[in-house]
C-alpha cells in the first residue's frame, strides 16, 4: 500500500456542514501530494494527486503565485486542519461543494502572502476497492469488535450475579433495598433492546453520530487492519509518515509578475502536521481490583 493510500485510511473521518450539503470527509496531505475522500452516505467521492498535479493545478488556477508543490500542500494542510480537525477554531478560507455530473467538486478560497488563494479538489466516485477499504471492511470490524465486547460485559455480569448469590448464601443482607437487581439474562435483555433501543440507536442520520461516537474504534480497527496486511507480507509494523509541510510558508514572499520577487524556497525542516497518521496509543496491563460486592 502507498504512503497516501495507508495514511488515509489510518485517518479519522470528519462531519462537514457546507452550505446544504452534509459530507463526511478525511483527507492525507504530505509534501509529496494529498488523498482526499468524501461522502455524502449516497456516494463516495475520492482524489489522489502528487506533486506535479499539485504544481500544475496551482500555476491554472493562481497565476499570480509561484512557489514549489509543497508550500501549497502546506497552505492547503493549514487551510483544512481548522475545518477537518478543531471545529472550534474556524478555518480562513470560504468553502463551497459543488457537484458536476457524477464527480464533486470542492472549491476553496483564501489568501496566501496577501494575494488571493484558489484551489478545487477535483473529486470522482470512489472505485468499489476504496470502498471497502474505508468503508465496508472497518464497519464489518467495528461491529465484529462491538459484538466481542458485548459478550465480555455479558461474561462480567455473570460473574457478579454469581458472586452475589455467594454473599447471599452466606447470609449477607442488602443494606439499601433501592441497589437490589435481578439475576441478568442475556437473551432477555438483547429481546428488549431490539424492540425498545435499536431504532434509537441505529439511526444514522447525517452521519455525524458515527463521527462523534466511534471514531477511536474506527482507527483502532484499520490500523489493526494495517498491521495484519504487512505482518502477513513479513515487512513489520507501519511507520508513521508526517503530513504537514513546511512551517512558515504564508510569511514567505511569492513571485508576482507586476513586482517581481523572489520565489517561495522550500524549507529544509518538516514537521508533523495534524492531518498525518495518529499516533499509536501506548496500551499497558491493568491489574484487577477485587471486586467488592454491594452486602454488608
Sequence with gaps: MEKLEQGLLMQPWAWLQLAENSLL???????????????????VWHEQVDARVVSQRAKE????LTAPPAAFLCHLDDLLR?????????????????????????RVRSELSGLPFYWNFHCTLAS?????QHLIRPLMGMSLALQCQVRELATVLHM?????????ESGAVLSRDRLKTEPFEENTFLEQFMVEKLPEACSVGDGRPFVMNLQSL????????????QKHQGTGDPQPS?????????????????????SLPVPEKEPPGTSGPV????????KRKKLRGLFS
Design 25 to 43: 470527509a478525511k483527507v492525507y496531505i504530505t509534501k509529496q501530494g494529498y488523498a482526499l475522500l468524501v461522502s455524502d452516505l449516497q456516494q
Design 61 to 64: 488556477l493562481n497565476k499570480r
Design 82 to 106: 481548522p475545518l477537518l480537525k478543531d471545529t472550534a477554531c474556524p478555518s480562513k478560507a470560504t468553502f463551497v461543494c459543488d457537484h458536476v455530473a457524477e464527480a464533486l467538486i470542492l
Design 128 to 132: 468499489p476497492s476504496v470502498v471497502s
Design 160 to 168: 457478579k450475579d454469581l458472586e452475589i448469590q455467594d454473599y447471599q
Design 218 to 229: 474506527y482507527m483502532a480497527v484499520t490500523r489493526q487492519e494495517i498491521q495484519g496486511r
Design 242 to 262: 508526517s503530513s504537514a509541510s513546511p512551517q512558515g510558508t504564508e510569511n514567505q514572499l511569492l513571485n508576482q509578475p507586476e513586482e517581481p520577487a523572489p
Design 279 to 286: 499516533h499509536r496509543p501506548q496500551l499497558s496491563k491493568v
